[in-house]
């Protein structure tokens, strides 16, 4: 009397084993959005770019005594509006002592009408952009610093 046996063939197997990879191979990038990661580093490094530049440029303010409401200073051949001691909001301030360049650095820059202007800098292909920007608010007076903040909930 032969006995029943149970159980999977290796073909079997083998064939349960290509589909679930092919099922991951689809499923996981939709799972893991790179892309968000990348636009989050692009604000991490904006911010970094802002406040180093701020720095500099206060830095080259005082040993040029530039630290009055309104002032210039050189930085790599490009003339720095400042409002006190710091790069004001203005494209020829902020923008141009960090060197964001709307057009070629994939970013949409919005206020910074005025000397004392908050720039905001956000990065395109958010699906948010008022969540995925830096902002730079220049000082309001002699004895405060600019402030730089992030959002990256929305990235």
Do not use: W
């Amino acid at each position: 009397m032969p006995k029943s046996q149970k159980g999977f063939t290796m073909i079997e197997l083998v064939m349960v084993i290509v589909i679930l990879g092919i099922l991951a191979a689809v499923a996981l990038p939709r799972f893991y959005d790179l892309q968000r990661d990348a636009r989050v580093s692009k604000a991490q490094a904006i911010m970094g770019s802002v406040r180093s530049a701020a720095a500099i440029a206060h830095s080259a303010a005082l040993v040029s005594s530039q630290t009055a409401a309104a002032g210039t200073v050189t930085m790599e051949g490009a003339n720095i509006t400042l409002r006190f001691g710091y790069p004001n909001g203005q494209a020829t301030g902020m923008q141009a002592a960090a060197n964001i360049n709307a057009a070629t650095d994939g970013v949409t820059i919005a206020g910074g009408g005025g000397a004392a202007a908050a720039v905001i800098i956000r990065v395109n292909g958010s699906t948010t952009p008022a969540q995925c920007q830096v902002t730079y608010t220049p000082p309001t007076a002699a004895s405060t610093a600019p402030t730089t903040a992030i959002v990256t909930t929305g990235c």
